[in-house]
């Protein structure tokens, strides 16, 4: 179920076919979904609610092909690893990796070690993975180190180019959105010909925010379905440490196949941000509110031939004008908004460690709301 399965629309730009990052050519999307165990929490044991999300740029077949990226903190409260390089290069030069705080050592060893495969004779020689995190310690035993090498690898081998798993899945399992179940979503906007023609997608593991601020296209969402109608988890947490109510993350993953230069998929990166605000994110002191863009529309070398004295010297690559790199932002926006509404729609009620119960955002309030505020519209 998707924001548009309910008759929800949110902006003014076309989707894609898929409506998902997918939709970018050669982009491709793998989730290893981890849930077992009930009942009190045992650390070591569980309850599981935890998983892995992966993005590759050219897919697995292309994955050691570098493209040009940029990225943004909205708020620090969290991780993406291997951001100094993709500053300092203006490339991404792994596939992206996104699970819960404390595994995110694991699956960028993962990473590592896969980049470095001793039976592939292209392997690389070194790797600093982009590896992104959010918070899952209320539904999951986050101390308990689930995530393993081979759940990495296997979010790697599921990897595909079609429609794309949401909500309860992958990295996103154990996430909580504006006091809801959140977890992954996907959206993508497609620009008119006349302004190029090219693909923006986005990809989010939305696990932020209080419920009092959720906005849907627009409408006071949180404010109608409150915290005394529907119970926030945050409200079923029994301990002295566990953060206030409405905390936790977001991860933006942004493509696009323009042709961008590093500091054009940065500015698209911080775009992302805007998406969020529509949403109702505020970037509080404890959300880690990270964002990465990147444009396969440019070839930059993989390496320097020895053999080949022009890879010593220059090649050349293209970029958008500014006269048409407005429309990239308003898709980047739309994307990462629609993406967080299908990430809230399509998530599933959890039960999580100590029984603490993460509630999806009911589908036939949500369409009342929108329709009563429609209605007051004027259609």
Not at 88 to 117: C, F, K, M, W, Y
């Amino acid at each position: 179920m998707r924001a548009r399965d309910l008759g929800i629309t949110i902006g003014r730009g076309q989707p894609g076919p898929l409506n998902a990052i997918t939709d970018v050519g050669g982009v491709t999307v793998g989730h290893t979904t981890l849930i077992s165990g009930d009942g009190p929490l045992v650390v070591g044991q569980g309850p599981i609610r935890t998983g892995v999300t992966v993005v590759l740029a050219r897919g697995m077949e292309r994955r050691k092909e570098p493209v040009f990226a940029g990225c943004h903190r909205l708020n620090g409260n969290g991780e993406l690893t291997g951001l100094e390089w993709v500053r300092e290069s203006g490339q991404l030069t792994t596939p992206i990796a996104i699970t819960n705080t404390h595994s995110v050592g694991i699956v960028r060893d993962a990473l590592v070690a896969a980049s470095l495969d001793p039976a592939d004779p292209t392997g690389s020689y070194w790797s600093l993975p982009v590896v992104g995190e959010t918070y899952d310690g209320l539904l999951n035993d986050m101390n308990g180190f689930h995530v393993r090498a081979e759940h990495l690898h296997g979010a790697l081998a599921s990897a595909a180019s079609g429609p794309v798993e949401e909500g309860t899945v992958g990295g996103g399992t154990g996430m909580i959105c504006h006091e809801f179940k959140g977890g992954i979503g996907t959206a993508s906007r497609v620009i008119e010909a006349a302004s190029g023609g090219w693909t923006v997608g986005a990809l989010v593991q939305a696990n932020y925010g209080r419920r009092g601020w959720l906005r849907i296209d627009g409408v006071r969402v949180g404010e109608a379905i409150p915290t005394s109608k529907v119970s926030s988890p945050w409200d079923q947490a029994d301990q002295p440490k566990s953060p206030p109510p409405g905390s936790g993350s977001i991860i933006v993953v942004v493509a696009t196949d323009a042709p961008l230069l590093p500091h054009q998929c940065e500015r698209l990166a911080q775009r992302a941000g805007l998406g969020l605000a529509r949403m109702g994110g505020t970037g509080g002191h404890t959300s880690g509110d990270l964002f990465i863009a990147f444009a396969t529309g440019n070839y930059p070398p993989q390496e320097v031939d020895d053999e080949d004295p022009r890879s010593l010297g220059t090649y050349d690559v293209r970029a958008v004008g500014d006269a048409a790199i407005d429309r990239l932002f308003d898709a980047t926006i739309e994307s990462t908004e629609e993406a967080i509404v299908n990430a809230l729609v399509a998530a599933t009620t959890v039960v999580g460690r100590d029984g603490i119960t993460a509630h999806a955002l009911p589908h036939d309030r949500l369409i009342e709301v929108m329709a009563n505020t429609a209605d007051r519209r004027g259609g």
